[in-house]
Structure formats: structure tokens, C-alpha cells
């Protein structure tokens, strides 16, 4: 059977995304690279973990430092995966750092040795200036701030306050950052210094993320100020609150040294959703006029909208034609498992009924949501309706949870009191 190492490698990367993991993708020779099935190594900063792809001795080496729950669940499904595919893993512990015997080489030799250090392992310094401008460098990129009022250095935090102008400069051209939003300018620094322009498609992004940011934040803060949320309109704040996270986020991820990467590529997700349904605000937030601050935000919010509509479908018309092959073997093992709550013990079955889903999207999905139970955290009225449908769904194919349908019921009942029974949950 030949292998495929491109379809091997984007399995693997998908993998690793499901668990929520910031990846760094490299070649044979180390250089970091674009495409997820260019790559041969995966390096995961946290938790400390390299899976290398060894084609001509068909193998897959998976590497941590320390072995955990998580990296055994991960070792089990890198298994799978390699049989899947004729191969063999090789798992090995190298203790608090992955050195570079046995091929599991850290990230930062790897820069050393192809000579891209001075690229990728560049920071953002220190953040100086005069009373009237601040100065924060990265190598040959430089932001210029322009504030307002006088710069006091003995509050902390004025240097990003008062913004009147932000200019990004690179190679003695300067060019004015259209936000006066640092987080953005701070991603478009890395952006340049990576080798973009102020005018491609990823600067587009991050200009239009700060348009957003602001309009979000400014609806937010308005219908909150003017007590205009209520119960019919909650959900449309809650998500502009979800995304003006989701942007510091990725603003966040843009300027890193290891994390840029794949920030890059998963800003077309959010600018490429269809506007099939119009939110009409005017309907939901008025006063006695309808505020330009409301209608502003009207766009982005109908975006947000349809994006989270087409993933709730697609995750409900997945788990409909989702089998879970394997649950019951895999949540078998909590028996013989103790936990400190219950929280704990569905969290972790909630994870095992990821696993064993063969879409590795919903995969993905019930994973965070058992992260998110063990963690102490509620699940949302859509996250109950999900992990409800996918119990039925595993039942209907093997006895999953109970031998009989009144124990079901009585995991169901167990379901509801991780839930808000304020409101009745949608059929």
C-alpha cells in the first residue's frame, strides 16, 4: 500500500487542531511551512509535544515530555490513525524538554539549524518613546503611536491609552494603520515582518477585525449602558461579547512567533460566511430612535449569526449519520475511574463520546465540550442539545450509556442539572 504523506499529514494536523492545540507545521528540513500537508513535524508548544512523520521506515513518532491523560487519549488515536494507514508509532517520554536524540527535536534547534532563527524568533520589544509618541520595534518593523494627550510614565499601561495615529513602519516606509486598535497594529507588524503587505488578503483581515472589534464593542457597550438587553435579544449580545473575545484572541495569535501561522489560516473561516438571514436589529434593540451605535454593528452581527447557524446544523446533521463505533468500549473505561465531581465524570465521557465519533470535526467539538465540563464550566442550551442527540444517536447503534431505557432517562435527568433549567431547552 503506497502511503500518502500528504493525506497522513493532514490527518495528523486535524488531530491536533481538534484538541484545540496551537500547531507549528515543519518540513524534513525544518522551515516552517504554510500547508498542514507540506509538513512532516508537528510541534505543540502547550502541552510539550512533536509528532514526526517517518515515511520511508513507514512510522509515525509521537514525542512529549511528560505523559498525561490527554497525551495517552492522543497516543490512542495517533495509534489508530497509523494503523489505519500500515504504519507503526513510535511513542516515546524525553522528560521536561524534547531534545534532539531519536529524532524528536525541539523547535528551536530546528530554527538554528535551517537558519531561520532571525525569522521566526523575533519579539516584540519593549514599548518606549516621548511624551507625544510611542515606539514598540519587531527586528525591521516598527509601530509608531501618536497619542492624544501627554504620555504619564508612571501609570501604567498609558502608552496604549489616548491613541490619536498608529503607523506601521518597515524599511523606511511608513505607512498609517487605518484602527487605533494596538492589538491589531501589533498583528499587522508580524504580518509585515513574515514578509506581507499592508494591502493582501490577511491585512484586509485584520483591518476589517478591528472595524468589527470596534463596532461590537461599541453596540455592546451602548444597549448595556441604555438597559436594552432583555430576554429576546440576550443571545445577539452574548454572541458580540463571544466575538469581541474571539478577535483579542486571534489578534493575540497573529503577533506571536509560533502561533502566526496558523492564525493565518483560519481567518478566511469567518470572511468567507454567506449572509443568508438578515438580523434586523431595529426589531430587538429600540429606544425612541434606532442609534447609529445598534446599526452599526448590524453587519457583523449577521455574519456571526449565520456562521454560528451553519456549524449548529452541521454538527446536528453529523451526529445524525455519526455511528460512535467505539463508545461504549471507550467510556467503559470510567468505571473503573475515580472523579472528584461529577462534573468531572461527565466531562470526561462527553471526551471518549468525541473519540469515538469518526467525523473529526465533531470529534473536535465534543472534546471541548467534555474540556469545558471537566473544567467546572456549564454547557450552553445548543452544547446540551448536541451531547443529548449524540447518546441517542451511540444508544440507537450499541447500548452506550445504560441497558435499558429508564437508566438513559436517568442519565438525561443527570444531563439537566449541568444546564440552566430556567428556561425549557429547545426540541
Same mark, same amino acid.
Request: net charge negative; glycine share 6%; hydrophobic share 35%.
Given at each position: 500500500?503506497?502511503i +500518502? &504523506? !500528504? #493525506?497522513?499529514?493532514?490527518k495528523?494536523? *486535524?488531530?491536533l487542531k481538534?484538541?484545540g492545540?496551537a500547531? @507549528? ?13 507540506d ?16 515515511v520511508?521506515?513507514?512510522e ?7 505523559n498525561?491523560e490527554?497525551t ?18 513510535d ?7 524534547l531534545?534532539p ?13 535551517t ?10 520589544g519593549?514599548?518606549?518613546? +516621548? &511624551? !507625544? #509618541? ?5 527586528? *525591521?518593523?516598527?509601530?509608531i503611536?501618536?497619542?492624544?494627550? @501627554? ?22 516606509e ?7 486598535n ?6 499587522m507588524?508580524?504580518h509585515?515582518?513574515?514578509g ?23 453596540f455592546v ?31 493575540k495569535?497573529?503577533?506571536? &512567533? !509560533? #502561533? ?18 438578515e438580523?434586523?436589529?431595529?426589531d ?9 451605535k ?5 453587519h ?15 454538527i446536528?446533521?453529523?451526529?445524525q ?15 473503573v475511574m ?9 466531562g ?20 471541548g465540550?467534555?474540556?469545558k465540563?471537566s ?53
Amino acid at each position: 500500500m503506497a502511503i +500518502s &504523506v !500528504k #493525506t497522513v499529514a493532514d490527518k495528523v494536523f *486535524n488531530l491536533l487542531k481538534g484538541y484545540g492545540f496551537a500547531v @507549528d507545521t515543519y518540513d524534513k528540513e525544518g522551515v516552517t511551512v504554510g500547508d498542514p500537508a507540506d509538513a512532516v513535524r508537528f510541534y505543540v508548544e502547550d502541552p510539550d509535544l512533536l509528532v514526526t512523520l517517518n515515511v520511508p521506515q513507514e512510522e509515525i513518532k509521537f514525542s512529549v515530555s511528560a505523559n498525561t491523560e490527554e497525551t495517552d487519549i492522543l497516543r490512542k488515536q495517533l495509534k489508530q490513525l497509523a494503523q489505519s494507514y500500515l504504519m507503526n508509532l513510535d511513542f516515546r517520554v524525553f522528560g521536561k524538554t524534547l531534545k534532539p536524540i531519536s529524532d524528536a527535536i525541539s523547535v528551536a534547534k530546528a530554527s538554528k539549524e535551517t537558519g531561520m532563527e532571525s525569522v521566526t524568533e523575533a519579539n516584540l520589544g519593549p514599548v518606549s518613546g +516621548s &511624551v !507625544k #509618541t510611542s515606539y514598540q520595534p519587531l527586528d *525591521n518593523v516598527k509601530i509608531i503611536v501618536k497619542h492624544s494627550k @501627554d504620555v504619564n510614565e508612571e501609570v501604567r499601561g498609558s502608552r496604549s491609552r489616548n491613541i490619536n495615529k498608529i503607523f506601521i513602519q518597515a524599511n523606511e516606509e511608513r505607512h498609517l494603520f487605518p484602527s487605533k486598535n494596538l492589538h491589531g497594529a501589533r498583528a499587522m507588524a508580524r504580518h509585515i515582518h513574515n514578509g506581507g503587505t499592508m494591502h493582501d488578503t490577511v491585512a484586509e483581515s485584520i483591518i476589517g477585525m478591528c472595524k468589527d472589534f470596534g463596532s461590537i464593542k461599541e453596540f455592546v457597550g451602548y444597549v448595556t449602558k441604555k438597559g436594552l438587553v432583555n430576554e429576546t435579544n440576550g443571545e445577539y449580545v452574548s454572541l458580540a461579547k463571544e466575538h469581541i473575545e474571539n478577535i483579542r484572541t486571534t489578534f493575540k495569535k497573529l503577533s506571536g &512567533v !509560533k #502561533t502566526y501561522a496558523n492564525a493565518v489560516e483560519s481567518l478566511a473561516e469567518f470572511n468567507n460566511v454567506e449572509i443568508v438571514n438578515e438580523v434586523n436589529l431595529e426589531d430587538h434593540f429600540t429606544e425612541t430612535h434606532f442609534d447609529e451605535k445598534v446599526g452599526n454593528a448590524h453587519h457583523t452581527l449577521s455574519r456571526l449569526v449565520n456562521k454560528q447557524s451553519a456549524f449548529e446544523s452541521y454538527i446536528m446533521d453529523t451526529i445524525q449519520t455519526e455511528s460512535f463505533k467505539n463508545a461504549k468500549t471507550l467510556m467503559q473505561e470510567s468505571e473503573v475511574m475515580q472523579f472528584d465531581t461529577p462534573n468531572a465524570q461527565l466531562g470526561y465521557r462527553v471526551s471518549q463520546l468525541g473519540q469515538s465519533a469518526s467525523s473529526e470535526k465533531l470529534g473536535g467539538y465534543l472534546n471541548g465540550i467534555g474540556s469545558k465540563l471537566s473544567g467546572g464550566g456549564n454547557m450552553s442550551q445548543f452544547e446540551y442539545r448536541a451531547v443529548k442527540a449524540s447518546l441517542l444517536s451511540a444508544q440507537n447503534s450499541t447500548p452506550v450509556m445504560a441497558e435499558s431505557t429508564d437508566d438513559l432517562g436517568k442519565y438525561e435527568s443527570f444531563l439537566d442539572t449541568f444546564t440552566n433549567t430556567d428556561k425549557p431547552f429547545a426540541q
